[in-house]
């Protein structure tokens, strides 16, 4: 059973950091795309980053640039989303999600199919 678990959310303080892991099960990320998204209260689900194996990349959200890392440990099979100086409209749920050589960043014609629970991130002082 394929299955993807989302960890390491929590409430943080404005310029604080976390760090989030995207466990797969039932499948090696050798041959996955895996991106983060996020929903805020009231608002569209946004794509935060993403990461391929094959062909290698990442791609991140202007949003987030220069804040937010992916990276993957195959030897884990995780994926991990490093969040530095949080804000509060960072706040949201977070998913990650994965797609067999799924594109980098997602398109809408070809949405990922596999999706984790979400983990919740609350940046407030």
């Known amino acids: 059973q394929l299955q993807l678990v989302e960890s390491g959310g929590g409430l943080v303080q404005p310029g604080g950091s976390l760090r989030l892991s995207c466990a797969a099960s039932?499948?090696?990320?050798?041959?996955?795309?895996i991106g983060w998204f996020r929903r805020a209260p009231g608002k569209e689900r946004e794509a935060v980053s993403c990461i391929s194996s094959s062909p290698q990349g990442t791609e991140t959200a202007d949003s987030v640039k220069g804040r937010f890392t992916i990276s993957i440990n195959h030897a884990k099979n995780t994926v991990y989303l490093q969040m530095n100086n949080l804000k509060p409209e960072d706040t949201a749920v977070y998913y990650c999600?994965?797609?067999?050589?799924?594109?980098?960043?997602?398109?809408?014609?070809?949405?990922?199919?596999?999706w984790g629970q979400g983990t919740q991130v609350a940046v407030s002082s």
């Open positions: 039932g499948f090696t990320l050798d041959s996955y795309t």
């Open positions: 999600a994965g797609e067999p050589y799924g594109t980098c960043p997602p398109r809408p014609e070809r949405p990922y199919t596999y």
